[in-house]
Structures are given as C-alpha cells and as structure tokens.
C-alpha cells in the first residue's frame, strides 16, 4: 500500500497564479485533511472532508477550495495565489473522526 | 486563547532517560480527543498515541505513555528509555467536535527533542 501520496512535491507561482494540490489515499479512509505549517506555528487545519462529495472548512479556510469527488481523492486549490500561502502543505487521512491521521509526505510550496 | 499550548520549544535528554514534553490544551467540549505526532527532520509526521477524553486509564504505546490529567487540561507525552532516533518535533494535537459531521483539529507549535549519547 502507498497509503497517503501528495502530487506534487515541490511547486513555486507567481501570485496571481493558481494551481491544484493532489492527495490520494489507498486505505478506504473516510476522513480527509488538508493541513498548511508555518515555521513556529505547528500545523493549522484549511479544510476537511468527512466522506465522498462533502467538505467542511478547517480554521484557516480563507483563500482555498477544496473537492472531493471521489473517496480516495482530495483536492486542494489556489485560485489566486498570494506570497502568505508560502508553506509546506500537508494531506491526511483517517478511518474515522477519533483515529489516528495518516500523513502525506507534504508539498512545499513558494508563492514569489 | 490557544487551543493547545507547548511551553518547551526546545529539549535536551540523555539516552536512556526518560523525558516529558508538555502539553496542555483549551476546551469547552466534553468528548475530545488527544494526540501526539513525531516529525523528524525527513518531514513526514508520524503518529504516537491516542488519548479520548472518556478514556480513564493513561494510553501507552511501547516506550510512549501519556500523562492524562483532565482536571488541569494537560496531556504530557512520555517517552522512556529515550534512543538518539527520538530526536525530533513533537506535536501535540486535539480533536474538538464542532458538530455531527465533522471535527476541528488543533496542532501546537510544536516541542524539538534532542537525544544527547
């Protein structure tokens, strides 16, 4: 099993630009996350989908859109990229709610 | 208010001595739950222990214990026997239930552990 992937590894926009940040789980999880870390902040949660076609905002939603169309897919998306999403972005999985996250390797990211 | 506050950005243990990282956390709820990761330098965060706010006994995992005290809202990580591959970032994190469907997840910023031979 490759448990959780994230596509891509490393990416640099220019503000303004957009772009779609993959996640992929093999393991039949329900949950999934989209997490962004700051240096010296820890991790903060952006949104989060608790199963198939249904998303929910994280608590720092602002300036992403998320989907999930399928159930091992999560897509993360800037529509207009600005220098303070500059991070290291971070996709998870969990069977439900009180397990344990599966983490992704992480994208970073460089808005410039 | 933080929802989960690390007061030790930094920590210093001999091999083979046991540490506590500390952790203490901010909730009205009382279903909740508590987490430790580890991200070593390779970035990937990996997960230690589970702690649910019903649960009465302290969880452990192998050389992990954590330190549950409810009453003062803390939920310290202990790591005996400390090996020189424990050397990282820990995170402490908590699940709060904002409703039927779904859940909010707060991280702190984070402990570095450094394992002294």
């Known amino acids: 099993n490759a448990g959780v992937t994230q596509t891509p590894k490393f990416r640099v926009l220019k503000t303004g630009q957009s772009m779609t940040l993959l996640c992929a789980q093999d393991m039949n999880h329900e949950y999934m996350y989209w997490y962004r870390q700051d240096p010296g902040m820890g991790l903060r949660l952006i949104h989060y989908?608790?199963?198939?076609?249904?998303?929910a905002k994280g608590e720092v939603p602002d300036g992403y859109n998320v989907s999930r169309l399928k159930k091992q897919n999560f897509l993360l998306g800037l529509e207009s990229a600005a220098p303070s999403q500059t991070s290291v972005y971070f996709c998870?999985?969990?069977?439900?709610?009180?397990?344990?996250?599966?983490f992704g390797p992480g994208t970073r990211l460089t808005v410039t | 208010a933080q929802k989960i506050t690390q007061t030790q950005p930094g920590m210093f243990v001999q091999e083979k001595e046991a540490v506590t990282l500390d952790c203490t956390y901010d909730t009205s709820d009382q279903s909740y739950g508590l987490f430790w990761y580890k991200q070593p330098s390779s970035g990937e965060m990996i997960f230690l222990i589970y702690q649910g706010s019903y649960d009465e006994q302290n969880a452990t995992e192998g050389r992990y214990s954590l330190n549950f005290q409810k009453a003062r809202k803390s939920a310290n990580l202990v790591i005996s026997a400390s090996q020189l591959g424990d050397s990282a970032m820990y995170f402490c994190a908590m699940r709060e239930a904002v409703s039927n469907t779904g859940n909010q997840f707060y991280f702190g910023t984070g402990t570095s552990l450094t394992v002294i031979p």
């Open positions: 998870a999985s969990s069977w439900l709610r009180s397990y344990e996250q599966y």
């Open positions: 989908s608790v199963g198939e076609g249904t998303t």
